[in-house]
């Protein structure tokens, strides 16, 4: 099976945090940033693509930010690093600067070998660096295109 979906409703809340967060529609706790299967065959992988717009700014030399994958709400990519850099996007400037950002649209990919039951929903989420403002522009009016998850079942 294989299933598409796209959000291109609103941008995400600001993540701000050294701590991993799943990224959610703004103003709300809503987790559209998402990919859900069900009805999954035992021992079968589940292959799971994410591509979005996204966008690091600090008032700084340095705005960086790290990537993850959750399942059901546990981290399944990336690598938490704790307090330390974050820098799978990112941007520094030497000299003297008051702000910096990067802007990128994002790919992550991932095969959930052999998941345990059978339905997950995966949602993606960020980390970042001296709390760097972290936002995914997902709609029309942001110019930068929607949020898109692409989730296949593979047959072992």
């Avoid at 992988?45 to 959750?70: E, M, N, Q, R």
């Amino acid at each position: 099976q294989t299933i598409y979906y796209k959000y291109d409703t609103a941008d995400s809340n600001v993540i701000q945090t050294n701590t991993p967060t799943a990224f959610t529609q703004t103003g709300t706790t809503n987790k559209v940033y998402k990919a859900e299967i069900s009805s999954i065959t035992s021992g079968n992988d589940v292959l799971v693509t994410f591509c979005f717009p996204c966008y690091v700014y600090k008032a700084a030399k340095l705005a960086a930010v790290s990537f993850y994958i959750f399942r059901d709400d546990t981290i399944v990519y990336g690598v938490d690093a704790g307090t330390g850099n974050k820098r799978e996007l990112g941007q520094y400037t030497e000299g003297t600067v008051s702000e910096v950002f990067t802007a990128s649209k994002i790919t992550l990919v991932y095969m959930d070998e052999n998941p345990s039951g059978s339905s997950h929903t995966y949602t993606i989420g960020s980390a970042s660096n001296q709390s760097a403002s972290t936002t995914i522009y997902s709609h029309s009016s942001s110019g930068a295109g929607p949020f898109t998850s692409l989730i296949q079942e593979i047959q072992r």
